[in-house]
């Protein structure tokens, strides 16, 4: 997604020829992972985590069941638009191709980040019990796939892969300068508005999760900051109720901690959950000093700027692991926030299952490299594009 986001903005900028063509063979390739790993992921599911696909099923068939056909069509209409418009140099049809994937990918993304954030704070939906277990009605589609912290958590998601993704594209092309620092910039303060707001929606809805982040274990009082990612006097650094200050703008605003919470809703890796959470935030103001030196190294040799990219690409793809890992884990031990417990979504798996689990896994990954090496894809594609 961020890639496609960036080839779509180089080809706005009229970007040359040589420099649009160098990108697209790591897309293609980056594209053709994207659907192996995804058809890897729905066996996964419908295998091993049977249990919540079947509960999920009624609510999110009309968006999954949709999101697939619609990503593999728009791939294929506008890779090839964009192989024609590159190999005969015609903005227009490169404009189209370059959009089309953005949205493409869009169309995905917005799926999948739906589902998770009905995961986080289920909406629009009634849960019914009976001797069996629970079964799960649908009141409202808008509600179940636009729920409350989906806007936040959409644009969040968006902004970290346009800067991991604009990162490599750089990279990829050899093509870095002051426009690029300048949004590398904008993305950066965006990013930090739209993770304190984020920050916010997640003490409103999962108020047990927020104290895990910041690692605040009163019942109910003002909450420190802590700077790096751990709790151990010797070598943490804290911040006397700065927490309660940024989510209120007062120092002894009292907050929810850990205390206040059930144990069937505290995630039993609260150091873990911590301390990827602040790994997270640290990163994102290391990237800010690495955009720092690439607007001061704008206009040096490619040499001082590639190192940079190389650690922004680092830097972010690191961060954004991080921020799914907070996520994920903070909201255990449930898939299903008061739903479903995560150690009900799956069965026992036989041995044939787990084998061929991983060797599916290892298949998505390996057949799609090797057989670009083998066969010399890249340069095939280069050859198509009139290279």
């Not at 007062?250 to 890796?269: C, K, R």
């Not at 799914?324 to 898939?335: K, V």
Request: net charge positive.
């Amino acid at each position: 997604m961020g890639g496609c986001f960036w080839f779509f903005m180089q080809s706005l900028g009229r970007a040359p020829w040589s420099v649009l063509r160098k990108a697209v063979p790591p897309l293609l390739l980056f594209t053709v992972l994207g659907i192996t790993t995804g058809y890897v992921l729905k066996w996964h599911f419908e295998n091993i985590w049977t249990p919540y696909y079947e509960l999920i099923a009624d609510m999110f068939h009309p968006i999954l069941g949709l999101e697939a056909p619609i990503s593999l069509a728009g791939f294929a209409i506008f890779f090839p638009v964009l192989f024609v418009g590159l190999r005969k140099e015609n903005r227009t049809l490169t404009h189209v191709a370059t959009g089309g994937l953005f949205l493409t990918t869009l169309v995905s993304a917005t799926a999948i980040t739906a589902v998770n954030s009905w995961m986080q704070f289920p909406s629009g939906v009634r849960v019914m019990s009976n001797p069996l277990g629970h079964a799960i009605e649908r009141l409202s589609l808008w509600e179940v796939v636009f729920s409350p912290t989906f806007p936040t958590r959409f644009a969040h998601v968006l902004l970290g892969a346009a800067v991991l993704g604009g990162a490599w594209q750089m990279f990829n092309t050899k093509r870095f300068n002051a426009k690029g620092a300048m949004f590398f910039f904008l993305l950066w303060g965006v990013q930090f508005y739209v993770g304190h707001h984020h920050a916010g929606e997640v003490y409103a809805y999962q108020p047990e999760k927020f104290a895990a982040f910041e690692g605040h274990e009163g019942v109910y009082g003002p909450a420190d900051l802590y700077l790096l990612p751990t709790k151990e006097h010797r070598v943490s650094i804290k911040l006397e109720g700065m927490t309660s200050f940024m989510m209120f703008n007062d120092g002894d605003q009292p907050i929810y901690g850990l205390d206040a919470w059930q144990e069937s809703y505290l995630t039993d890796l609260l150091d873990v959950v911590f301390a990827s959470y602040h790994v997270m935030v640290l990163l994102h103001f290391l990237l800010l000093g690495l955009f720092a030196y690439l607007w001061w190294r704008r206009d040096a040799r490619w040499s001082l700027q590639s190192w940079a990219l190389v650690a922004v690409i680092i830097a972010a793809l690191v961060a954004n692991y991080a921020g799914w890992y907070t996520a994920e884990m903070g909201r255990q031990p449930w898939i299903i926030r008061g739903i479903m417990y995560t150690r009900h979504a799956s069965v026992p798996a036989s041995e044939l299952v787990t084998y061929l689990g991983v060797l599916w896994s290892l298949l998505a990954w390996g057949v799609p490299l090797v057989l670009w090496r083998a066969l010399g894809l890249r340069r095939k594609v280069n050859g198509l594009l009139g290279r």
